[in-house]
């Protein structure tokens, strides 16, 4: 997904990102009126600022860590992420706010 794609779309509410999908861009997501959303496995990295100015409170990973920015992938976060308890790259090392301030929990 291109930086700055759906950037300032408040009418976006909902988007299933389909399994061929393995990068989100800068900003992405940035501005829109999405309040929740499910990473799928494929994505193995994000950009900064990706829910920038987003109303998103729900984020659920579905497969391993995907390579992000720690000071600025999930910027402007204020709600749980889920991810995968089994999988081993979701380490309590990784388990960090990326500039949000993220609840983690295991599923």
């Known amino acids: 997904i291109s930086s700055n794609l759906f950037n300032g779309c408040t009418s976006l509410t909902a988007i299933t990102i389909p399994n061929t999908?393995?990068?989100i861009g800068n900003s992405a997501f940035r501005g829109t009126g999405l309040g929740s959303i499910v990473i799928p496995a494929s994505v193995t990295t994000m950009g900064t600022r990706v829910f920038m100015d987003t109303p998103l409170d729900e984020i659920v990973f579905t497969g391993s860590?995907?390579?992000m920015d720690p000071s600025s992938s999930l910027a402007g976060i204020f709600g749980t992420a889920y991810y995968p308890a089994a999988n081993t790259t979701w380490t309590a090392e990784a388990l960090q706010?990326?500039?949000g301030l993220i609840t983690w929990e295991a599923q």
């Open 65 to 67: 860590l995907p390579a």
């Open 21 to 23: 999908v393995t990068a």
């Open 97 to 99: 706010n990326y500039g």
